[in-house]
């Protein structure tokens, strides 16, 4: 994978970040917030998961993959459009979930 870094000011970025911004005001938070919750309370794996994102093991993992070169192309490239929503940092802890 290649980037290209280059101005997006003048692009279809902006309608984009609308686009996105207009999508996300349709998504019922409350009823995912309800479907999430009663996975963590009945779901045997969804718990073992979140154990092993909260282990210290998971840290260690984290920063492995974040020194990967894949991971670091996606990372710049979602930030080159949702500047400044997300920056790199949030960016890693958005994908992996921290």
């Known amino acids: 994978m290649y980037l290209v870094k280059r101005d997006i000011s003048d692009t279809g970025i902006h309608r984009l970040r609308d686009e996105l911004k207009k999508y996300m005001e349709l998504v ?47 990372s710049a490239f979602t930030c080159m459009f949702f500047k400044p929503q997300f920056d790199r940092e949030n960016f890693n802890s958005v994908s992996i979930g921290v």
Do not use: C, G
Request: hydrophobic content about 40%; overall charge negative; glycine content about 0%.
């Open 28 to 74: 019922p938070t409350d009823k995912v917030l309800e479907i999430v919750l009663e996975y963590l309370a009945n779901d045997q794996e969804v718990r073992e998961f979140v154990v092993k994102i909260q282990s210290e093991q998971f840290p260690k993992i984290h920063t492995i993959v974040k020194r990967l070169k894949e991971y670091k192309e996606v």
